[in-house]
């Protein structure tokens, strides 16, 4: 009986710590990145409301998805194109807009904030928000660089706080970055990576450091590249097949800098070498620089290491 009686409390105690699966999300910024992390999660059964500050800007958001589910739509019912439109409307159901983010958070399992890369504009958000969540809501961000630690610093709620970093274009890729701060509760990674799981992506293990697992392998690699450039060791072109057929890799570094946006990298690694100004691989580069300078940012302005049309 004893034996039971424990058994029992052990059961009982292991259910209280475990945090509930996450039904209801918000995700504050209706960028591509907003927009696609509220698409996945509206597909895989989710209740979401996607947040901005105007309606037109959730409008653009809104028609983002309706096409990007269209293109799923074609290749998954290509047979029966009755049950694609089915498929389309269901996942817009569980998809909902606001620009009234203190309202909608009162009653969220979780926020997933992807918004401007700047530390102050990202604590003023997390600051407000903290003050109307509800107690078991989670707050994560989908920052590519700044520490989640510097972040979460602003609220209260440090063990219920973590990052959760998607790759672009979120619907295709599979990877997420599930990052512990030292005051995250494991309750809550552990939380976050199931979240993950139930999104059909593959959750890796990050700890709080500089661009987490990717962004720290892959931005001093495309600054690497860029100074063999700059010092005349090999053309843009000649360093991006070489990568692409050398290595294997889908894009050449100079490709990938265009299609990230070279005022994205710079705003990287800029922040990298202020907290770390002795660390080579962290080391500006002129040659970026003046691009961004000049508005060269690549894919998006139609120009940067290379012309697009």
Not at 51 to 73: F, G, H
Not at 181 to 202: I, N, V, Y
């Amino acid at each position: 009986m004893a034996f039971i009686t424990r058994q029992f409390v052990r059961s009982l105690s292991s259910s209280a710590s475990r945090q509930a699966a996450i039904k209801h999300v918000t995700i504050i910024g209706g960028g591509l990145m907003g927009a696609g992390i509220a698409q996945v999660a509206a597909t895989t059964g989710h209740s979401v409301v996607l947040v901005d500050m105007s309606e037109d800007i959730l409008k653009k958001s809104v028609k983002v998805i309706e096409n990007s589910l269209k293109r799923v739509a074609k290749k998954k019912f290509a047979e029966k194109p009755e049950d694609g439109e089915a498929f389309i409307q269901k996942v817009l159901k569980n998809c909902s807009t606001s620009t009234d983010a203190a309202s909608v958070v009162q009653s969220t399992d979780l926020v997933v904030e992807a918004i401007v890369e700047n530390l102050k504009v990202k604590q003023g958000l997390f600051g407000s928000l903290d003050k109307v969540a509800s107690e078991h809501t989670i707050f994560t961000s989908n920052t590519s660089s700044l520490p989640i630690a510097d972040i979460a610093s602003s609220t209260t709620r440090l063990d219920r706080f973590g990052g959760l970093h998607f790759f672009n274009p979120v619907p295709m890729m599979k990877l997420v970055e599930v990052i512990k701060t030292p005051s995250t509760s494991q309750k809550t990674f552990d939380t976050l990576l199931e979240f993950s799981k139930a999104l059909g992506k593959q959750p890796v293990s990050c700890k709080d450091t500089p661009g987490f697992i990717v962004n720290r392998l892959l931005v001093p690699y495309m600054m690497e590249a860029i100074r063999l450039h700059e010092r005349g060791h090999g053309s843009k072109e000649d360093i991006d097949v070489a990568m692409k057929l050398g290595a294997g890799y889908p894009m050449g570094p100079f490709e990938l800098l265009d299609y990230v946006g070279l005022d994205t990298s710079k705003f990287i690694i800029d922040g990298w070498h202020a907290m770390d100004p002795d660390n080579p691989l962290f080391a500006p580069s002129p040659m970026l620089n003046k691009l961004v300078a000049e508005g060269k940012l690549g894919k998006k302005t139609g120009e940067g290491f290379y012309k697009h049309k």
